[in-house]
């Protein structure tokens, strides 16, 4: 290979859990190559990229895609129902700057690869047109992937009560029970029935037995990139290499540089990531860490988009309020109600939006310093790497998952949606670094302050549980996984020889 390579574009999606491991992708991809990395945005999102990215990698640019005139009539939940005219837009946009980049240009060759959002790949005709080889990224783990895949094959949906169906293929301890494959209706839908066409795509997996989507989108790529590795995830990459017949890599887990090189120390979330609004400062966080003793801090946080319902919540705080552990527990906006996907195309949210959600009113008085409510933004991998924090309850967003995983933090998981439920199973079953919060009907229809009180006592005193993720935990004693780098280095490769 000679000279410098072509430019590499990377098109993500717009939520943050997607945008995060995209901007982190962008820096392995330059450090691993010679090329440009090209980050494609809509304009309105800019502000939810590090201000120094550039700054700090010459070799990326950001591409920044004008939606200002998507003015699609609004819902009551202040949303264009008319999802398509966005895509429209953004698409226009991607077509143009191929165009006056690519072929106006002389002697300009075009981009090696296109590393695209799996929930993007509405825009793929767009690079095919143009010869532009696709690499599909799952910003999720292996094991939702594969063990969705597997329930599909193994005909899921009409498992006996009784049942326990093995997922020929993937670890025995990953076999699906009956309750496994029950769901909890969001907003008001049955589990996995979405509205085509009001809010935009349909978001999270389809219910277990169903075929999966991904076999569709990821159908003309060249390679599909997880957001794993190998030491974590190894078995369940190899499974889904052997059903799709096309190289299949573990390119993360795509964390913050600080993260990696902060292996057993306190990582500071205010060298890697904006702070947004809250009611307390990261020191004050920090501060009140140090003070308890070790292994005795549950942190409590569920996902920006999803989480339990109001009754649920309320049943939360009842069993913190009466628990003799120390907690961090952060509460979003907008908690506990129903609400639509996130708003991917800079809609403003509805003037007639009123509802805050559910706080609880009192609880701090009633705990006095043995807990803290955080009010929005908190310093997640500040408080996953303090050696006070000894369990996380989680919804197992991946994101977060991965980051506690890699904090040797063992996890109650109450997963909400989609690959939650997967990536729950892969902490409790097959790393064991976790339990449930509850299980069968208690899980899907209602989580109750016994279940949550028992959970939190069970995963605080569970030392083998403590053992296991600790050990897993010396994984990344190293830092960035030494297979991750390998496999981003194998698509440099590849695409440049293309």
């Not at 002389?106 to 532009?132: A, H």
């Not at 887990?253 to 307390?280: C, F």
């Not at 190293?478 to 698509?491: D, W």
Request: net charge negative; charged share 25%.
């Amino acid at each position: 290979m000679g000279g410098v390579i072509a430019d590499i574009l990377v098109l993500p999606f717009f939520g943050q859990g997607h945008l995060n491991p995209s901007v982190e992708l962008c820096k392995r991809l330059s450090s691993c190559s010679k090329s440009k990395v090209i980050l494609i945005i809509p304009s309105h999102l800019s502000s939810s990229i590090p201000s120094a990215l550039h700054e700090n990698n010459p070799c990326i640019e950001l591409l920044q895609i004008d939606l200002s005139n998507h003015d699609g009539p609004r819902s009551a939940h202040g949303h264009s129902p008319d999802h398509e005219l966005g895509n429209r837009k953004m698409g226009q946009g991607i077509e143009r700057f191929l165009t006056e980049k690519y072929k106006r240009v002389t002697g300009q060759c075009r981009p090696s690869c296109v590393v695209m959002d799996l929930m993007m790949s509405w825009s793929k005709e767009i690079f095919l047109r143009e010869n532009i080889p696709i690499a599909s990224f799952f910003t999720c783990g292996a094991a939702s992937t594969a063990m969705e895949y597997a329930a599909w094959k193994a005909q899921a949906h009409d498992m006996r009560p009784d049942e326990t169906r093995v997922l020929t293929g993937l670890p025995d301890c990953v076999a699906l029970k009956y309750s496994d494959t029950k769901r909890r209706s969001l907003g008001g839908r049955p589990p996995g029935e979405h509205e085509p066409g009001k809010h935009g795509p349909d978001f999270g997996l389809r219910d277990p037995g169903q075929t999966p989507r991904w076999l569709d989108d990821g159908d003309d790529s060249a390679a599909l990139l997880f957001n794993t590795c190998r030491e974590l995830e190894g078995p369940f990459l190899n499974y889904i290499s052997k059903q799709v017949n096309k190289p299949v890599l573990g390119v993360g887990p795509l964390l913050p540089d600080t993260y990696w090189k902060s292996i057993g120390t306190v990582v500071h979330d205010r060298d890697s990531r904006s702070k947004r609004k809250s009611n307390y400062t990261e020191d004050e966080v920090s501060q009140w860490l140090d003070s308890k003793p070790s292994k005795s801090v549950i942190y409590i946080a569920f996902g920006s988009e999803v989480g339990p319902d109001k009754e649920e919540y309320e049943q939360l705080s009842d069993a913190l309020g009466d628990s003799k552990w120390s907690f961090i527990w952060v509460i979003q906006p907008g908690s506990g109600r129903p609400k639509p996907p996130p708003l991917v195309f800079g809609e403003k949210q509805g003037s007639d939006d009123k509802d805050e959600g559910f706080f609880p009113v009192g609880l701090e008085d009633k705990v006095g310093n043995r807990g803290i409510v955080i009010r929005g933004w908190a310093p997640q991998l500040l408080i996953l790497s303090h050696p006070s924090t000894g369990g996380f309850l989680s919804h197992c967003g991946w994101n977060s998952t991965v980051e506690a995983i890699g904090r040797g933090v063992p996890i109650l998981a109450w997963p909400i949606r989609g690959d939650q439920y997967y990536n729950a199973k892969l902490v409790v079953d097959y790393l064991k670094t976790g339990i449930m919060v509850a299980t069968g009907d208690s899980l899907t229809k209602m989580v109750k302050k016994s279940d949550i009180a028992q959970g939190i006592d069970s995963l605080m005193n569970d030392k083998s549980v403590l053992e296991r993720a600790i050990k897993i935990e010396g994984t990344f004693e190293s830092g960035f996984p030494s297979s991750s780098v390998a496999s981003i280095k194998s698509l440099i490769e590849s695409v440049s020889n293309n």
